[in-house]
T-cell receptor, first 118, second 114 residues
């Protein structure tokens, strides 16, 4: 299966703990995006990364949230000192390129990680 | 503020009939639109897209219509099949700006009854 892989699928944390969400993009894709879906809401853009670079993190909360996409290994979305409001589904997407031809830059999504904060 | 609105949370149709899902947007900078389908416990799957230079795009049973003056688009599924039952998300972006930022609606749950 060459799709976008996210793990874990479900993650339960107590308030104040750290959450680490992993995303492996589709084979051949070097652009990764993270989105968050709160209950009853649409997906909201958080961050866009390329290998070893954060391109746009304008959708990410300024505190406690960070993201990386190292040269080797999956992209990681890290949430420190989680609070109940962080409970959501976090989706990762990848695309083969990011240019002006959007028909070639379709974002393909993983199955998501559902984070529950107790 | 919601820049992409899907005002119908749910829609129920009979198998074989047409399903019409609607989407409105407020940001006039949006010029590229996508529809994604999502089954429970899965991620959104790309379905079809349309650029603002067109008013219609067709792919098999799926057709998307764009009315720029009304800032409205719709997805038509003909004929509808039970396997089409899913949540459908409308998304939009600005091809000239940060085109990777997709703005999603809240989704419409489509149920196709056998």
């Amino acid at each position: 299966n060459a799709g976008v892989m996210q793990n874990p699928r479900h993650l339960v944390r107590r308030r104040g703990q750290e959450a680490r969400l992993r995303c492996s993009p589709m084979k051949g894709h070097s652009h990764v995006y993270w989105y968050r879906q709160l209950p009853e809401e649409g997906l909201k853009f958080m961050v866009y990364l390329q290998k070893e670079n954060i391109i746009d993190e304008s959708g990410m909360p300024k505190e406690r949230f960070s993201a990386e996409f190292p040269k080797e290994g999956p992209s990681i979305l890290r949430i420190q000192q989680v609070v109940r409001g962080d409970s959501a589904a976090y989706f990762c997407a990848s695309s083969p390129m990011n240019g002006r031809d959007l028909a070639k830059n379709i974002q393909y999504f993983g199955a998501g990680t559902r984070l529950s904060v107790l | 503020d919601q820049q992409v609105k899907q005002n119908s949370p749910s829609l129920s149709v009979q198998e074989g009939r047409i399903s019409i899902l609607n989407c409105d947007y407020t940001n006039s900078m949006f010029d590229y639109f996508l529809w994604y389908k999502k089954y429970p416990a899965e991620g959104p799957t790309f379905l079809i897209s349309i650029s603002s230079i067109k008013d219609k795009n067709e792919d098999g049973r799926f057709t998307v219509f764009l009315n720029k003056s009304a800032k409205h688009l719709s997805l038509h599924i003909v004929p509808s099949q039970p396997g089409d039952s899913a949540v459908y998300f409308c998304a939009a972006t600005n091809s000239g700006g940060s085109n990777y930022k997709l703005t999603f609606g809240k989704g419409t749950l489509l149920t196709v009854n056998p």
